[in-house]
């Protein structure tokens, strides 16, 4: 469901949003041991619940400024659909600035720009993936990077 609208002056606001509903319609797996378990219904794992953002873009002048707020539901480390396999969703917000140095009267410059962008800007910490292992210490979580940058130039001629 994306989508987008210009707001008043130069403002730009988006927004994109999908909803999983993914579950096996019929799915029998056999234990080690031969036990057979009906896991038909449950969701699959590795599929987030949601994914959304909505960003809003700002235009002002020699300054272009981004602030995007995404969010993930919650998903499952395995086929079980027990609620202790799982991996919570979350909600972080990235900033990004983007100078254009020309606009400053360094005519020298056009066409350069230079960014920042601070992602994970609350450093929220949270998991983005992971996997169930029964024979070993049970929900492996892979935890998501802290805040951190990326600086860039970018030179159109």
Known sequence: LPGFTELAGRHQLEL???RSWDKFERFIFYEADGTRLNLSGNPIAGVPDHLATLSLDSD???????FTLRSAGRQYLDSSGLAARTIDGYQVLDIGFTLRPAAFGLESLAGAELDLKLYNALD???????????WGEGNYKVPAAKSHFLTGVRYAF
């Open 16 to 18: 994109a949003f999908a």
């Open 60 to 66: 002002w002048g020699p300054l272009a400024s981004r």
């Open 124 to 134: 929220v910490e949270y998991e983005t993936w992971g996997y169930y292992d029964g």
